[in-house]
């Protein structure tokens, strides 16, 4: 089974500067999807990011990007220029993508980013 | 179109009384996902549908939980005899049948006392 996890359950940043959000994951699969999701609150959980596993580029999202180390199931959210509106949970998500894998999203416990004035 | 719609937000009940949550997703959408999520927890997956067939059931979805997608549009999620575990953010997510983002509902929050 997989799993995702992520060791930092809260982070803080000053407003305008950047932060990095960590997550690893577990799977004997080599096709598969991994997602940063943001959770403001009260508010449902929105898509940030994604990375496909066969793809070597990191992928970019604005101010949002991240750093995928298959090798070592690590994929981390950098945050850049970060803005009050970025405060949130963030959940780092896999799923696999292989034919007869499962559709459903695996997440990890989630990171509470405060961003301060 | 508005999104991913769930009613009600939220639910008090006392508890080994049933209730059912209703989920209407994107227009188009052939999935629907059903997940739960707890205090300071990640959302955890329950089932989830194509069209109107139920493809795949976590074991978390005990048998006094039932899921329903009729005619593959809206979806009831019904909890029989609840109990204080039951607690949580119930979470609706949908998505086209070859895009991979699911778009997710706002949630109904469920507090059994």
């Known amino acids: 089974a997989q799993t995702v996890t992520q060791s930092q359950p809260e982070m803080s940043v000053q407003e305008a500067e950047t932060v990095t959000l960590s997550c690893t994951y577990d799977?004997?699969?080599?096709?598969?999807?991994l997602f940063w999701y943001k959770q403001p609150p009260s508010r449902q959980m929105i898509l940030v990011i994604r990375?496909?596993?066969?793809?070597?580029q990191n992928a970019t999202e604005n101010r949002f990007s991240v750093n995928f180390q298959k090798a070592a199931k690590s994929f981390s959210l950098k945050i850049s220029d970060s803005q009050l509106g970025d405060a949130a949970m963030y959940f780092c998500?896999?799923?696999?993508?292989?034919?007869?894998?499962?559709?459903?999203?695996?997440f990890g416990k989630g990171t509470k980013l405060t961003v301060n004035p | 179109d508005t999104g991913v719609s769930q009613n009600p937000r939220h639910k008090i009940t006392k508890r080994g009384q049933n209730v059912t949550f209703r989920c209407d997703p994107i227009?188009?959408?052939?999935?629907l996902y059903w997940y739960r999520q707890t205090l300071g927890q990640g959302p955890e997956f329950l089932t989830y549908?194509?069209?109107?067939?139920?493809?795949?059931k976590s074991r978390l979805l005990s048998d006094r939980f039932s899921a329903e997608r009729p005619k593959g549009s809206f979806s009831t999620l019904e909890i029989q005899r609840t109990e204080q575990g039951d607690s949580a953010m119930y979470l609706c997510?949908?998505?086209?049948?070859?895009?991979?983002?699911?778009?997710f509902g706002q949630g109904t929050r469920l507090t059994v006392v």
């Open positions: 997510a949908s998505s086209l049948l070859v895009v991979t983002e699911a778009f």
């Open positions: 799977t004997s699969e080599s096709d598969y999807y």
């Open positions: 990375q496909e596993a066969y793809k070597q």
């Open positions: 998500a896999y799923r696999s993508r292989g034919s007869g894998g499962s559709e459903k999203l695996v």
């Open positions: 227009s188009e959408h052939n999935r």
């Open positions: 549908f194509q069209n109107e067939a139920q493809l795949e």
